[in-house]
């Protein structure tokens, strides 16, 4: 797969996955089967599992050797 | 850069900021609607109105004039597929993405918290 592919796929894989969570966090609160504060501690956990997604696929950060040394620049706090 | 690409480029970032817009003018509509300001949603009506309506007009207005995404679509037009441009507008691309993650957060604090259960 060219560079080219691959970096168009990482990004609709992302857009589908954020689709997805976005949709499936609305869903909860649009139709709700528990109780609020489980659906607002669920939406919460989505959210975090979104911006996982989008760190990784839309802004290309990640754990692999490469990127390892741009998270650093990251979270070390200097 | 062929010209055709320069037109769904421009296209595509001024989508962009037309979701931003239309988002804030929601935002705006939804405010003066709201059942729990029947008796008027109003600026003069407390601080926490009075800072809320400054900062959604604000914001709506920081998102309509949209200076970086205007500058970015002249670029393209002036310069069309420069090095420069394509770096700039991979920069504004992982600016806007930063701003998503930003979002993801805001939405379910400010919006929901209060309105759950």
């Known amino acids: 797969m060219s560079d080219r592919t691959h970096e168009l796929c990482t990004y609709a894989i992302g857009y589908i996955l954020s689709l997805v969570l976005t949709a499936a966090a609305f869903g909860m609160v649009h139709w709700p089967s528990f109780g609020a504060r489980a659906i607002f501690g669920t939406v919460l956990a989505l959210g975090l599992v979104q911006m996982a997604v989008q760190f990784r696929c839309f802004l290309h950060i990640s754990l692999n050797r490469s990127s390892r040394h741009d998270l650093q620049l990251i979270l070390s706090p200097r | ?117």
């Open chain 2, 1 to 117: 850069m062929r010209r055709q690409q320069r037109v769904v480029t421009s296209a595509t970032v001024g989508a962009a900021d037309g979701h931003g817009t239309t988002f804030d003018t929601l935002r705006y509509i939804a405010t003066c609607r709201d059942p729990t300001h029947a008796h008027g949603a109003h600026p003069m009506r407390s601080g926490f109105q009075a800072s809320f309506f400054a900062l959604v007009g604000l914001h709506g207005l920081h998102v309509a004039v949209a200076c970086w995404l205007v500058v970015m679509v002249g670029q393209i037009c002036a310069y069309g597929s420069d090095a420069r441009v394509r770096t700039n507008l991979f920069r504004l691309g992982l600016f806007w993405h930063l701003l998503d993650i930003v979002w993801i957060a805001i939405f379910p604090v400010v919006y929901l918290q209060e309105n759950i259960g």
